[in-house]
C-alpha cells in the first residue's frame, strides 16, 4: 500500500528553524517528484515548494519561502525533506507531502493536486 508520512513539526519560537521529513512506503520516492503544501487555519491549501524525479533534480519554491526553506531527498532513505529556517509566525499551518507532483518550470506544481497525501505534520511558530 502506497503510504506517506510526515513527521518533525512542533512549536517553534520565531526565527527558529524545523526539518519535516516525508516518508514513502510502498513505492520508490525517486521516481516521483514531490511537492510540500501547507494549510493554514481557515485558509486553503497551498503549494510550498516541489522537487523533481531525482534524475533532473529541479526545486522549486512559493515566493512566500524562498531563501528560507529548503527541500532536499534522500533516495537510500526513501524520504524528502523541507528544512525551515528563519521561520514566521505566518508559517504555522499543518504541512503535508504529496507525490506525485509535476515539478518543471512552467507546471502548476502549486497546485494541490496529486494521488497520495500524507496525513500532515502541525508547525506552529509563536513566542
Known amino acids: 500500500q502506497l503510504q506517506l508520512v510526515e513527521s518533525g513539526g512542533g512549536l517553534v519560537q520565531p526565527g527558529g528553524s524545523l526539518r519535516l521529513s516525508c516518508a514513502a512506503s510502498?513505492?520508490?520516492?525517486?521516481?516521483?517528484?514531490i511537492g510540500w503544501f501547507r494549510q493554514a487555519p481557515g485558509k486553503e491549501r497551498e503549494g510550498v515548494s516541489c522537487?523533481?524525479?531525482?534524475?533532473?533534480?529541479?526545486?522549486y519554491y512559493a515566493d512566500s519561502v524562498k531563501g528560507r526553506f529548503t527541500i532536499s531527498r534522500d533516495n537510500a532513505k526513501n524520504t524528502v525533506y523541507l528544512q525551515m529556517n528563519s521561520l514566521k509566525p505566518e508559517d504555522t499551518a499543518v504541512y503535508y507531502c504529496?507525490?506525485?507532483?509535476?515539478?518543471?518550470?512552467?507546471?502548476?506544481?502549486?497546485?494541490?493536486?496529486?494521488?497520495?497525501w500524507g496525513k500532515g505534520t502541525l508547525v506552529t511558530v509563536s513566542s
Open positions: 504529496a507525490a506525485p507532483i509535476l515539478c518543471q518550470y512552467g507546471s502548476r506544481w502549486y497546485y494541490p493536486i496529486s494521488d497520495y
Open positions: 510502498g513505492f520508490t520516492l525517486d521516481y516521483y517528484g
Open positions: 522537487i523533481s524525479v531525482s534524475t533532473d533534480g529541479s526545486t
